[in-house]
């Protein structure tokens, strides 16, 4: 059977790896974006309320309602095509941060990041979209001013009446409902990414050196028996070097991005459905599981005896033990591995290492199967090499550069520590819990200023009615309460709406907690 699909936009790794954790982005970025209009829309509406007194002395002269509507409409759009030229400019600088945090020093992420046209139009339709949008409220209000008011020198007979909730708090309570559904979200992504760094991967990341190691030397035809001869001569050299505890070679690393895997075939076994057989594959050598500090449970090691004409071996980890063999002992028993449309020779399992992660650090348990590199007879021109050292991993790089120039001058060499290999697979969920925590300190941050605006404002505009408590025997610490009253009920009720909003940002991200 074969999956069809259209080829416009053609296979793109990066758009299925980094998709839905965009849109995520997408939509924290427009909670922002409301917020921050929200702050506008309270900024318009006080600047409105101020005016009205000009804008009554120009009822007065004639001007008709539609006029002032278009002339406050007008200031606000401009206003935000303002903010979007700004923003552009900052757009190119936190496209290229969005870059550097989704790339590692192994995988880096090319994109084109020059402003398109699509880009610019799709700026310039919301920032005008939210000036209108915004701008409607302080603008419809001047439809409420009458124009006798203008004979009033002290604007008083304007004045807005004093009320429990209205419009500019309405937009403070949202903007701590939103506040907090950021907050929430940032929250539980920073936590699964401290759960997914501190997790313990079934080996012991600290100290270990990964070498990678390309033997061809201009040769690729090189015979096979020259490269396992190679290959062991700089694992003996490596082991060598003072200040290594342990070392070991393999065919893959632990969360690299490779991966293989086949499916096998064992007496007893009956797979489930169809993939269910499947089983992923390392080749390793002796001292692999010491040098990566993976417990072994049962059985031994790999060793001296295990060579190509000998009875081929494997050891398998507890989630493959336990779904193949039961409550069977797993030493001593058979399986075979797929080669094509048949099975290869059987191989014994002669040990059981406990359960370590293998493609990611999310994975549940997954069964895997390690066979004995010193039994393969055509390897590959490629080695990875793993070290376990006893200072800081990267120290003894000029000592291993040394030690393989003397026997393998031509080979070039990679370095990465494992510690770093593993942080680099988190890189996702470390980018989204950065830039949620920072979106997140952002809207709160202008929540705050929204509260303190609205709430400066209105305790202005009550200054007259204060003055009058005062005199009337009220004391400074009734009037305070007073205000903070006011406070406690816009923050109490922002609180609650976010409350039932966190529902939502919790299924929102729910794919990227662990």
Same mark, same amino acid.
């Given at each position: 059977?074969?999956?069809?699909?259209?080829?416009?936009?053609?296979? +793109?790794? *990066?758009?299925?790896?980094?998709?839905? @954790?965009?849109? /995520?982005?997408? !939509?924290?970025? =427009?909670?922002? #974006? &409301?917020?921050?209009?929200?702050?506008?829309?309270?900024?318009?509406?006080?600047?409105?309320?101020?005016?009205?007194?000009?804008?009554?002395?120009?009822?007065?002269?004639?001007?008709?309602?539609?006029?002032?509507?278009?002339?406050?409409?007008?200031? +606000?759009? *401009?206003?935000?095509?303002?903010?979007? @030229?700004?923003? /552009?400019?900052? !757009?190119?600088? =936190?496209?290229? #941060? &969005?870059?550097?945090?989704?790339?590692?020093?192994?995988?880096?992420?090319?994109?084109?990041?020059?402003?398109?046209?699509?880009?610019?139009?799709?700026?310039?339709?919301?920032?005008?979209?939210?000036?209108?949008?915004?701008?409607?409220?302080?603008?419809?209000?001047?439809?409420?001013?009458?124009?006798? @008011?203008?004979?009033?020198?002290? !604007?008083?007979?304007?004045?807005?009446?004093?009320?429990?909730?209205?419009?500019?708090?309405?937009?403070?309570?949202?903007?701590?409902?939103?506040?907090?559904?950021?907050?929430?979200?940032?929250?539980?992504?920073?936590?699964?990414?401290?759960?997914?760094?501190?997790?313990?991967?079934?080996?012991?990341?600290?100290?270990?050196?990964?070498?990678? @190691?390309?033997?061809?030397?201009?040769?690729?035809?090189?015979?096979?028996?020259?490269?396992?001869?190679?290959?062991?001569?700089?694992?003996?050299?490596?082991?060598?070097?003072?200040?290594?505890?342990?070392?070991?070679?393999?065919?893959?690393?632990?969360?690299?991005?490779?991966?293989?895997?086949?499916?096998?075939?064992?007496?007893?076994?009956?797979?489930?459905?169809?993939?269910?057989?499947?089983?992923?594959?390392?080749?390793?050598?002796?001292?692999?599981?010491?040098?990566?500090?993976?417990?072994?449970?049962?059985?031994?090691?790999?060793?001296?005896?295990?060579?190509?004409?000998?009875?081929?071996?494997?050891?398998?980890?507890?989630?493959?033990?336990?779904?193949?063999?039961?409550?069977?002992?797993?030493?001593?028993?058979?399986?075979?591995?797929?080669?094509?449309?048949?099975?290869?020779?059987?191989?014994?399992?002669?040990?059981?290492?406990?359960?370590?992660?293998?493609?990611?650090?999310?994975?549940?348990?997954?069964?895997?199967?390690?066979?004995?590199?010193?039994?393969?007879?055509?390897?590959?021109?490629?080695?990875?090499?793993?070290?376990?050292?006893?200072?800081?991993?990267?120290?003894?790089?000029?000592?291993?550069?040394?030690?393989?120039?003397?026997?393998?001058?031509?080979?070039?060499?990679?370095?990465?520590?494992?510690?770093?290999?593993?942080?680099?697979?988190?890189?996702?969920?470390?980018?989204?819990?950065?830039?949620?925590?920072?979106?997140?300190?952002?809207?709160?941050?202008?929540?705050?200023?929204?509260?303190?605006?609205?709430?400066?404002?209105?305790?202005?505009?009550?200054?007259?009615?204060?003055?009058?408590?005062?005199?009337?025997?009220?004391?400074?610490?009734?009037?305070?309460?007073?205000?903070?009253?006011?406070?406690?009920?816009?923050?109490?009720?922002?609180?609650?709406?976010?409350?039932?909003?966190?529902?939502?940002?919790?299924?929102?991200?729910?794919?990227?907690?662990?």
């Amino acid at each position: 059977r074969f999956d069809v699909a259209s080829a416009g936009k053609g296979f +793109s790794e *990066l758009r299925t790896s980094f998709r839905k @954790a965009l849109l /995520v982005l997408m !939509a924290v970025v =427009g909670i922002v #974006l &409301l917020i921050a209009c929200a702050n506008v829309a309270n900024l318009l509406l006080a600047r409105a309320t101020t005016r009205q007194h000009e804008i009554a002395v120009r009822l007065a002269l004639g001007a008709r309602p539609g006029r002032l509507i278009r002339q406050l409409l007008t200031e +606000s759009v *401009l206003l935000a095509l303002m903010g979007a @030229a700004v923003g /552009v400019f900052f !757009a190119t600088w =936190g496209s290229h #941060l &969005l870059v550097r945090l989704m790339s590692t020093s192994t995988d880096a992420v090319a994109l084109d990041l020059s402003l398109d046209l699509p880009v610019l139009a799709f700026t310039a339709t919301i920032a005008t979209a939210t000036g209108v949008l915004f701008g409607l409220a302080p603008a419809w209000r001047t439809r409420r001013v009458a124009p006798h @008011a203008a004979m009033n020198s002290q !604007a008083r007979g304007v004045a807005e009446g004093h009320s429990r909730f209205s419009i500019g708090k309405s937009l403070v309570v949202a903007q701590i409902a939103l506040s907090l559904v950021l907050i929430a979200g940032a929250v539980l992504l920073l936590g699964s990414w401290r759960r997914l760094a501190t997790l313990d991967p079934g080996f012991k990341r600290d100290h270990v050196l990964l070498i990678t @190691a390309d033997l061809r030397g201009g040769n690729a035809a090189e015979p096979a028996e020259r490269r396992i001869a190679l290959r062991s001569q700089l694992l003996d050299r490596i082991r060598a070097i003072p200040g290594i505890r342990a070392a070991s070679a393999s065919e893959l690393t632990p969360i690299s991005g490779s991966s293989w895997n086949n499916d096998i075939k064992a007496e007893g076994f009956t797979p489930a459905s169809r993939g269910d057989g499947l089983v992923w594959m390392n080749e390793v050598t002796d001292g692999y599981f010491s040098t990566m500090g993976t417990r072994l449970l049962a059985g031994r090691d790999f060793n001296t005896s295990d060579v190509p004409g000998s009875v081929k071996v494997a050891i398998v980890n507890q989630a493959m033990a336990q779904k193949v063999f039961g409550s069977r002992s797993a030493i001593g028993q058979r399986f075979q591995l797929s080669e094509g449309k048949d099975y290869g020779p059987p191989l014994e399992i002669v040990g059981v290492v406990a359960n370590a992660k293998y493609r990611s650090m999310r994975e549940t348990p997954q069964p895997i199967a390690y066979v004995a590199m010193s039994q393969d007879t055509t390897p590959d021109a490629v080695a990875n090499f793993e070290v376990r050292t006893v200072g800081p991993a990267t120290a003894i790089i000029p000592s291993v550069k040394t030690a393989v120039a003397q026997i393998a001058p031509s080979a070039s060499l990679d370095f990465a520590s494992l510690e770093s290999q593993v942080a680099e697979s988190l890189r996702l969920p470390r980018a989204l819990a950065m830039l949620a925590g920072f979106f997140g300190a952002l809207a709160l941050l202008l929540a705050t200023i929204g509260l303190y605006g609205i709430m400066s404002y209105t305790v202005a505009r009550r200054r007259n009615e204060i003055g009058v408590r005062i005199a009337l025997g009220a004391t400074q610490g009734r009037v305070v309460r007073m205000v903070m009253g006011e406070v406690g009920r816009i923050v109490g009720l922002g609180l609650a709406i976010g409350i039932l909003l966190r529902l939502g940002v919790t299924r929102l991200v729910a794919a990227f907690l662990y």
